[in-house]
């Protein structure tokens, strides 16, 4: 089998204001990176509404609807997440797209698969956008995973270097979801605390200390995720791949190298192998160095690659 990637020319028309981070150009840096790879490349689908809800309310749906300009501005809708006329869109296939490799994922249409859209999910919250997030992409399709394929468990690990606030906040009462977040700290947005373990147990989050490398998260990882992982035994492994904890990133303070996001990606396929015939469904998060994401994301997805077949 191959490795299904998604990607949607609506990730351009996501417009933010000049000199943001999450950028137009981020997409296609990673699709000049992955332009010779030999992937089965699918269209992201719009997202059902019905699909949204499962984590959203309709308050939140209405909010990202009628805060579209219709021209050609832009609309602040928090102190760092931007709306243009092209953004809901956007938006809706990212979220169509997880749940879309989902479905190809469960069937064996493809071993696995990487989700390259913007814009990101991770940071969006129940009724909240936040840190460039409109909706939660992961959270989305782990519980579409939970419903629509009868799942009992999916894993989803978040290696950003931020918090997935968002995808805790969704996923915080539902018992079926085991939640894994590495994350620098301190940092933006300032949760991720190991105190903070959901409704059921079922959330570990892992701080990682500023300045830090990659030798330090392969150690923390083969102590405590991977361990967790095996004994937790996923039906699906879903992963929030943001590669901003390169050392060459702006944003942040972390010190991996493109060869630590091959390492975690190769161990990540080590327990999907040994506990759900591989499956596993990557979407794009962070990473805003425009060289260090296209390197981290082409080693990503060629590991995934390599591995699926």
């Known amino acids: 089998m191959t490795t299904a990637l998604y990607t949607h020319p609506a990730s351009l028309a996501h417009v933010t204001p000049e000199g943001h981070p999450e950028q137009i150009a981020r997409i296609k840096a990673i699709e000049a990176a992955l332009a010779d790879m030999d992937l089965d ?23 990202l609807r009628n805060s579209v300009p219709e021209d050609d501005r832009l609309v602040q809708m928090d102190p760092d997440t931007w709306m243009s006329k092209g953004s809901v869109e956007a938006a809706w296939r990212a979220a169509g797209a997880a749940v879309a490799a989902v479905d190809a994922v469960m069937a064996g249409d493809a071993a696995n698969a990487f989700v390259a859209t913007r814009p990101p999910g991770h940071h969006a919250e129940t009724e909240k956008t936040m840190g460039f997030c409109f909706l939660g992409n992961v959270a989305i399709a782990a519980k579409y995973a939970l419903e629509a394929h009868g799942l ?13 606030n968002g995808t ?23 949760s991720g605390e190991r105190s903070e373990s959901g409704a059921h147990g079922q959330i570990t989050n892992i701080p990682l200390p500023t300045a830090s490398d990659g030798a330090h ?10 361990p967790m992982l095996m004994d937790y035994a996923p039906e699906l492994l879903i992963i929030s791949a943001g590669f901003d904890a390169h050392r060459d990133d702006p944003l942040a303070g972390l ?3 493109t060869k630590d996001f091959r390492w975690v990606t190769e161990r ?42």
């Open 168 to 190: 805790q906040d969704l996923l915080w009462n539902e018992p079926r979801v085991r939640f894994v977040s590495s994350h620098q700290m301190p940092l933006w947005p300032g």
């Open 268 to 309: 990540l396929c080590d327990v999907a192998d040994a506990t759900c015939s591989g499956r596993v469904v990557s979407c794009l998060e962070g990473g805003y160095d425009l060289d260090a994401l296209a390197a981290s994301v082409a080693t990503h997805v060629s590991t995934l690659k390599e591995r699926g077949q």
């Open 152 to 164: 009992s468990r999916v894993a989803v690990v978040d290696f950003d270097v931020h918090h997935g």
């Open 41 to 63: 490349r699918r269209d992201a689908p719009m997202a059902d509404d019905s699909v949204v809800l499962r984590c959203h309310p309709q308050s939140h749906v209405d909010t």
């Open 255 to 257: 010190n991996w190298m």
């Open 217 to 226: 998260m392969r150690a923390v990882y083969e102590a405590e995720v991977f």
